[in-house]
């Protein structure tokens, strides 16, 4: 007896799709969301920042609402240097303080500082001011000498009363430094290095 056996068809099979599969790829999808929003804060925590420039007092280098690049981790490794733009806890105290500060590093721990006859000078030497567009308009400062761990900061606005800084509040510690404004990066006309 000769049985011819049918060969078996092969049939393909599409899973169609199964409410549990579609909530794994959303879970998946929402544990990859929240660990990048993790990561963000974490990097906006310690590493960097961006900030908003309010106020006149940096002009000419920072004019109102020009956003920074805030490099918060920087001085870990290093201190800060002269004529490095900063970002500070505002250390005054009364009606008009605010949260943060941006301004230029003017001196470094050592240094003499003295403002005479509407000229900066560092350690006796007349400073050459090229981020500025005017002389210092406001009374002559100092001199006084930088203890250690003390910066001593300054707007570049040099017009009289544009720039609460060390002439009002004294000189500011490191742990008041927030970090070290790398690049203005908007509006984009303005965008460059610091």
Do not use: C
Not at 53 to 78: A, C, D, H, W
Not at 147 to 167: I, L
């Amino acid at each position: 007896m000769n049985r011819d056996v049918p060969p078996e068809k092969e049939r393909a099979v599409t899973p169609s799709p199964s409410g549990s599969s579609v909530a794994k790829e959303l879970k998946d999808w929402l544990k990859t969301i929240i660990i990048a929003f993790v990561i963000m804060l974490l990097l906006n925590l310690f590493v960097f920042n961006i900030s908003i420039v309010k106020g006149e007092s940096m002009q000419p280098t920072l004019t109102e609402q020009n956003r920074l690049f805030i490099n918060k981790i920087i001085y870990e490794f290093e201190q800060p240097g002269r004529q490095d733009v900063i970002v500070l806890h505002d250390p005054s105290n009364g009606p008009d303080r605010k949260e943060f500060l941006v301004k230029r590093v003017i001196g470094i721990p050592g240094d003499l500082i003295e403002i005479r006859d509407h000229v900066l000078y560092v350690n006796g030497e007349a400073q050459n001011e090229s981020y500025t567009d005017t002389i210092i308009e406001d009374p002559d400062f100092g001199p006084i000498k930088l203890q250690e761990d003390h910066y001593f900061v300054m707007g570049d606005n040099r017009h009289a009363g544009m720039s609460k800084d060390s002439r009002s509040f004294g000189s500011v510690t490191a742990d008041k430094i927030v970090g070290r404004a790398e690049f203005i990066f908007w509006p984009k006309e303005n965008m460059r290095k610091l």
